[in-house]
């Protein structure tokens, strides 16, 4: 491609971003782990590698979900490594490009990384050290052992992303809640050291924390943050509440809904239609 055509594609690219919705969507794919690495992340809990088949065939089911839902950016949850999210990324089309840093959770050894075709930031992608929240009162606190932000580039200005997938709610215990709402602290804490001037702000992922639990008060950080599933659905009424969210801030939402991926992942995917202000 000559250089004045991709020149002139990325300034559309940014000026689309400004004007018009872009939207975004949260997946949680269910241990997606890739048999072409040659080993199995994960020390104490693994599905263990699929066929070679069936690692492509799940691939082209988020591909044609992507982009039938006409995507823009997508946060990842329970994936192997940056590899599946490359792969995924290099399967939907050349605009595409994923973002990972290895997490910290090498029990499970699930990631998160985000995929899109927006125009990324240069040098934005950071982990921060994987943030770490406290309870009021405390000195030590809990780290999220999967997190992952970058900057998306707009001609409105910047727009900041962050997703995680925080603990799962199987099991839960007293102790674990706690740890849940340390890391939701970690989420706040992390957002408002990457909001220098104003930014809007995303913050989506798998965070185990459905609406009326302490975690997703903590998230919403006393009404700060909008909620996708609060202000825009228009087909979920009476459905109960996602663990898989969308928190944003100096956006207003316009769409949103759940997507079943049966056969695939036991949660649905989450997406949203979003504008600058």
Known sequence: MKLWMVCLLLAWSCQSFAQNPFRVMVLNAEWFWTPHDGHVDGGKMSPGDPTPKAYQQELNFYRDLIRTQKVDLVALAEIEHGTVAEDLAHSIGPQWRSYFVQGRDTATGQDVAII?????????????GFPQGKLPGESKGKRLSKFLALKVKGQSGELIVLTSHMLSRRG?????SLDRQRQAHAMISASNQLQTQGQPILMLGDFNSPAKSKEFAILQDGGRFRVAEQDCARNEAGKRSS????????LRCSDYTRIKM????????????????
């Open 243 to 250: 663990v898989v969210q969308i928190f944003y801030q100096g």
């Open 172 to 176: 839960d215990n007293p102790k674990k």
């Open 116 to 128: 899109t075709r927006l125009p990324v930031l240069a040098g934005s992608v950071t982990a921060l």
């Open 262 to 277: 049966t056969g695939y992942s036991d949660h649905q995917a989450v997406l949203a239609e979003l504008w600058w202000r």
